[in-house]
C-alpha cells in the first residue's frame, strides 16, 4: 500500500470487441502490452459501457454520472452536425472528474478523442483539462485527419493543428511526451489517452502509400477487413507498451493507476465472442466491454473479478483513489470500486441501467438477471446461464419481468425525458460514411 496519491492514466479505445485482446480470448496475438497488463493487474470479466454508442459513454465517463441528464448525451451521439448547436456539448459549468482533480492539484490532459462538442461553445480545456491533443469529433481519416465531410479536425488545444502521420502513433507519441514531463514532479498527473483506434475508416500504419494514391482519402474505402483491424488494435497496443515503457524509465508505474477499456461494444469486424450484438445495440455485445486497471501499489497481480460495473463507476473509482470529493451540488452516479481493486473478492451490489432511442431499447441488469426491450419487445435472461441471450425467460419467469419492468421504469422517471428532437436520432456509425 501507498500514502501517495496516484498517477492516474485512463485509456479508452474506440469500437472495441469484448473478445478482440488475448487476455479476453482473441484468437490473434495483437495486444501483447495490454496482456501483460492485465497479468500484473485485474481484469474484469462483467464491465459494461454507459452506452452501447460513442459520446452517451464519454458524456458519463467525464461527469461520473448517467448522461441522460444532459441534453447532448440524449443523442446518438454529438455528430459534426451539431457543430455550433448549443444544446449540443458538455457545458463547461458542469463539474467534471478531471476539473476536480485539478482542483486539487493534478495536472491534466486529454490526449485523443473528445466528441463533447466543439469550440468555441465547448471543449477540453474549458472542461478541466490543461492541455490537448486530438480530434475534437467522432470519426477521423487516420492520415489527413478530416471528418467525413472533408473538415480538418485535429486539434492542439482549442486550434486546429494539422499535421502529418498516423493518428495512433501521433496520440501515443505525444501521451509518451506527457509522461516524459510529468513523471517524477511533485504533483500527480491525469493523462486520459482516448485512442479513435480501431474505429472506421479501417486504416492501418501500412495504408500510407495507399492513402497517398488516394489523396489521402480513405473514407471511400468502406469495405475494410479484419486483418486491417486487427493492425490497428496491434497498433495502439504498441503505443500503449511505448507509455508503461515511459512510466518505469521514471519509475512511476508503481504509483500509477492505469484502467483500461472501449466506449461501447465493437462494430464491423470485432470479436464479441461469446456474446451477441454489436455497437448500437443493449444486447451483450453492444455494452459489455474489456475493463483492466494496473495499480501495483494496491492491485495484486493476476486478479479477475466478475464485479459488474458502467463507466460512470470508474470515474467514481478515480476520485476516490486520488481522495477527491465530487460536487454536492453534482453526486455522482456512479459507485467506487475502489474496494474490488484493494480485494477482488469483494462484490458490490451494482444494478445497471441504459436506455437508447434507437429501436426504443432498454436495459437493466440485477445481479444475474437482465431485462431487455427491443423494438417493443420484453425479455428476461439470466446471463449467468445465458451470456449470448438466447433464452428469454419472461414467460416462464413473468413475475421476476413484470418486477424489473417497474423497476426500469421507476429508475427512468427519476431522470430527464427524452427530447421530442432527439428521438429521431439513428446510431453513428458505418452508414454515416460518405458514399463513393
Known sequence: MTNRRPNIIFIVADDLGYADLGCYGGRDPISPHLDRLAAGGLRLTEGYANS???????????????????RGGAEEPVSSKSRGDARLGLPPAHPTFPSLLLASGYRTALIGKWHLGFPPLYGPLSSGYQEYFGPMGGGVDYFTHCDPNGIQDLWSGHEISPQPGYLTDLLSDRAVDYVERM????????????????????????????????SGNLFHLHGGNVHTYRRMISHMDEGIGALIAALERHDSLHDTLIVFTSDNGGERFSDNWPLVGGKMDLTEGGIRVPWIAHWPAVIAAGAVS??????????????????????????LDGVSLLPVLRDPGIHIDRPLYWRMTHRGQRAYRSGAWKYLRVDGNDYLFNLDADARE????????????????????????????????????????????PSR
Not at 52 to 69: D, E, H, N
Not at 318 to 324: E, K, S
Open 52 to 70: 452501447s454508442v460513442c459520446s452517451p459513454t464519454r458524456f458519463a465517463l467525464i461527469t461520473g454520472r448517467y448522461q441522460y441528464r444532459l
Open 183 to 214: 513523471a517524477g514532479g511533485s504533483q500527480p498527473f491525469l493523462l486520459s489517452l482516448h485512442y479513435t483506434a480501431p474505429h472506421w475508416p479501417w486504416e492501418s500504419r501500412d495504408d500510407e502509400a495507399l492513402a497517398a494514391d488516394l
Open 306 to 331: 466478475t464485479q459488474h460495473c458502467q463507466t460512470m463507476d470508474w470515474s467514481a473509482t478515480v476520485l476516490d483513489a486520488a481522495g477527491v470529493a465530487a460536487d454536492p451540488d453534482y453526486p
Open 390 to 433: 438466447r433464452a428469454n425467460l419472461g414467460s416462464r419467469d413473468s413475475e421476476r419481468l413484470k418486477r424489473m419492468r417497474s423497476e426500469w421504469e421507476h429508475w427512468n422517471a427519476t431522470l430527464p425525458p427524452i427530447p421530442e428532437d432527439a428521438k429521431a436520432t439513428v446510431g453513428y456509425s458505418i452508414k454515416d460514411m
